[in-house]
């Protein structure tokens, strides 16, 4: 098969470095343009790691420039910066996978959650790139808003059981994620000693992944609940997921018939770790049951699943590619 | 006032070391008689940390030696091997502060989750060692049963709410939890490199101490859904509990209402964390509402407050004085 | 013995953090004022941990003021502005510790290293605030300055060997420290990110302590040899000494005999660890020989025996008190 | 090219699941034969993270069968075990890459410090297998000793240096090490409460690696000094080398005219991190100067480079196919 052009546009990151460890090793993409937001570097400069792995030039972000050299672009870029760029792209007739929140959610619930959006027209037609969910409308898309970290996990989890759910009962989510999915931004939060030894909740019920949740499982707001833990850790993601349920059923055998023929998709008799997810696309998902709750735990790479890899899978999936081409399913273990 | 004579039994594990710093620096208690399985060694040999600090003889455990030589003894042994140790120290007149779970729970339920029980007698007047609920009755008792790491935080954190809330609805805790509540103890899950990075469930829905928490709230075991978690991270424990309630009301207000006069109890206005409470006896209790469910997260040392410091409370209440003589309350930060 | 009243100035920082800590615990001093540089807040909003514990106002640091409320001071101050405060409260008439590094080179070394000198006349007059080389001078002295953290681990462990010391070979130092030496400033290499599961040698051969512990040596500054290693750690250092030798001798009991009266120096018979001294004032060393050549590892506190809880050492010599008074020697252990 | 049949006899441990994992991808060796010491288990059992990826029998360990199956086979067991193993497979003319120390030293010194050796003939005939220094040699070998980790790190730091050192100066390796080079194995030393937060030095100056350092740089045993230190991270490895040397010469160029053309070495100009080689063959080295003493940091994955993806390279040369061929470059950065 001849090989098929992409770029990353925000290279700087966690989640463009892991696009481009990827890509570098993938058997039909070739890398042919990186960039961040100032440009004048390389990625062995940007990224000491990839010394004699694989170096080249790194531009300033250029919408035409990158629709010149790539088929598909994929965008590690904050929301807000990522449909700047996503909308010139488009129009230059370029496949977009963007890893930012801009084109996730209903135009309501996004300006509600984020600010105003200067790409409405695009923010229609984009497909919310959970592959298990989404796969047939992921393969025609153009434009594919990537699902967030926690969503991804939580998504997974709660969704083979919605319809033995109780109507009007909370759907809890208590996650716990690694400190890679706040970025490479410095913040009091993110100082070592301030996480060393330490676990506390962020944002508790008020963190802009619930509405995202939500949104793709079809329930309202006010039926999740979210509350997300940072822990010092960095990578990797839990959703303990809470869910009352009406009627007596097999929940392991409706979890494994849902995910049946999902390559990345593992359903475990033990609860879930991170570890044994680091570095991979896997969601390794576990669920055992009290009396009328289900616990559904989670577990993904929050850099990979959550980010990157979950990226891959959507770019394979929209060039006519198998789904699993070179995505990473080796754990980071031990 | 003069001194009065307590004995530790059980001294080579973590909680027997954090109950001899505590009491090497108490301005009442004189450490009289320390004791472990084996005897014929020092403290300082045991815990090189405590190498010009507090080095005394540790013995081989003898109820009636240490009747003799203690008004009061702490028993910080497995369960089973403590009722055997407690027995006869009530009956030579001591006062006994057990760490185990040997006098926690109401005989059908202790047998059913733990193993037969050898002194009814007794149990029948221990008292649960949790201050804020039962401090009257600990003050009169002879035997205090200590609480469970998971009950206290959990208690603690739901006990203010109870009245409020939903009948028939489940009540919620996810716990993260460090490793030292595991004990010294070598398994393939206290392994660093198992635990390093990594994170998960154990014992989900089946934990011993569920029914700890349900008898203690007045719940039925049904009601009680909890789930712990292993957090790469040595002392320190958050529950975060979710539940249900029926109407209007202010949880800030409730929560500070009921612990206003307890000196170890801290209601706080960001979520809490691990590092704040480490090494002392607080417990940090943070509430948020959406919708009808709560989130309450209570931060304990699993150490300390899950064990030692409140053991040393129940023997400071136990002995006529002040509950927080001696009981640390500066935080291992940073 | 009546109060002694003391402050701080600098309490936003971990070393003035433990400073409050030590001081509302000790038997004599009195915390009669707290400051930072700009004020306006108290101490349990900027450490909440001392929530219930020690809250009393923080001001906006002023020496004058200062001067009038506090027999000493103690600087918890970035070195340059230390010397700008020291200056105007040595006037009023006030002792200070400084824990900075401006008063504890030469002149010359100092301006090479670090800056210019803004107040020379009490440099003269400074005194290197090592207590077991330097405690008559210290007991006599005004203004001392507390050493630096890497300098306490290599000095202690170095100092009892100097005598046997081949003349003309390198003393090497590789020295191993957790992140809080850093303090709270944020910066890519406090990144919990890229401080986990990772260890770097930083500034080698050329880190500003380097000469700090030859003057204090009475080394030149190219016989010492110092290569500090940051470790995923929160707090403690082990200094890893190499220094060759010229003729037998027992070199544990040289180290015993040069510390038999000390009371915070612990010679030790297996390999010293962090935690051990962990938030004490205790220095663990541990020798070995092989050949000409001796191993000497050497640990500390970083932000206790390498600042705060030297500087209240310091404190109770300067202001006529036992040396060990409310100095901490009970570790974080586990 | 026609695939190469191989097998991995001690599947159990770290070092046999990175060969698994490796040889799953490799593009010629097929894995044809795993064992350890009981059988009757699968990889997935054994280690979960290769769920869905790479799952098959566990033999109860059989040189014989092996051979059957096998052109190739390593041995990932611990010492002594495995030469009971390599003799009868050298036998049934098999190649092994033995990770054990059983041929890594001569007779005299492997007696000295592991036990009696069964397996003389083939002690005589083993190459080393540290490619760099010995690339001709292993390519033409039947039974290759994969090095240890340490003196992987050391010597390949120290070795362009030799020529240039002052006689009769001590070479000091201070070396910092993961916690996944002790294995799985159950020890007080691996318990996560000992580990983390904590650091210490083990077997200091007398280390089972030091004498294989000495040997294969041909230096006497009493020239090397090796201090390791026990670090809380999983994986990685530093060495910090301090060699005095005898002119002015140029140390950057000297390291790059001596690895100028092999593909597994990375000079670099800031001092060395863990990160950027876990997870790969890499090793990256740091030189600087200062008078007559050379500090030389050089960091590997002590898994890795330091045991498994080394042998892979063995193999991969043993076999007549490019040393690079399958070897993991890409870190597991962040």
Redesign the interface.
Known sequence: MSAINVGIIGVSG?TG?ELV?MI??HPVFELSYVANSEGGTTLATL???L???CDMQVHKADPKEASKLCELVFLALPHKTAMAVAKPLIEYGVKVVDLSADYRLELDTYEAYYTKHTDKENLKNAVYGLPELFKEAIKKASLVANPGCFPTSAILGAYPFLKYRKAD??L?V?A?T???GAG?K???T?????????????N??SHRHAPEIAEKLSLSK?EV?F?P?L??????M?S?I?M?VKEEFDEKKVLEECYKDE?FI?I?K??????????TN?CDI?V??????L?I?SAIDN?QRGASSQALVNANLMMGLNEDLGVP??????
Do not use: W
């Open positions: 966690y470095l460890k570098h090793t990224h000491p790691s010394a004699k792995v009962t909370p809890i208590d716990k690694g400190v890679s490479k410095l913040s009091e993110t100082h070592f000693v301030h996480v060393n030894d330490n676990l506390f909740a962020y508790p019920l006010e609940h509350v833990h822990c010092p850790i960095t990578r990797g839990i303990s809470y009352q390559p593992r475990v033990q609860p879930v770790d991170m570890k044994n997810v680091a570095g896997f576990f055992k049951r009290q009396g009328d709750l616990f735990s850099l399913r080796i754990a980071y273990v031990p």
